[in-house]
């Protein structure tokens, strides 16, 4: 059974920076794609990046390229999303998932199996 369990998220000014993570457990969950997701009030919810199962592959949504970074560390059954120069149009909650495959190319939440419950970002202007 897989379980995916966000943390990091808080309240943080425009420009600033944030760090979340993602610890997974479930057999298999090495070898499986990794992605983030979020959804802001009133909005569907959006790809925001993913990873390959290696770490090798990353691929980001538009509005994050450059600002954002995901890493993964299987030893430790962890996925992270570095966030920096933050603006208030990230404010949502963060939502980590896994796929049950192995690339990166992925970006529509049909496609991905297990999802943790979220951590909030907020950003102020």
């Known amino acids: 059974h897989v379980q995916l369990v966000e943390s990091g998220g808080g309240l943080v000014q425009a420009g600033g920076s944030l760090r979340l993570s993602c610890a997974t457990s479930?057999?298999?969950?090495?070898?499986?794609?990794l992605g983030w997701f979020r959804q802001a009030p009133g909005k569907e919810r959006e790809f925001v990046g993913a990873i390959s199962w290696g770490g090798g592959s990353t691929l980001y949504a538009d509005s994050v390229k450059g600002r954002f970074t995901i890493s993964r560390d299987n030893a430790k059954n962890m996925v992270y999303l570095e966030m920096n120069n933050l603006k208030p149009e990230d404010t949502a909650i963060y939502y980590c998932a896994v796929r049950r495959g192995t690339g990166a190319s992925r970006t529509k939440d049909s496609d991905f199996n297990y999802w943790g419950q979220g951590t909030q970002v907020t950003v102020s202007s």
């Open positions: 479930g057999r298999g969950v090495s070898s499986y794609a």
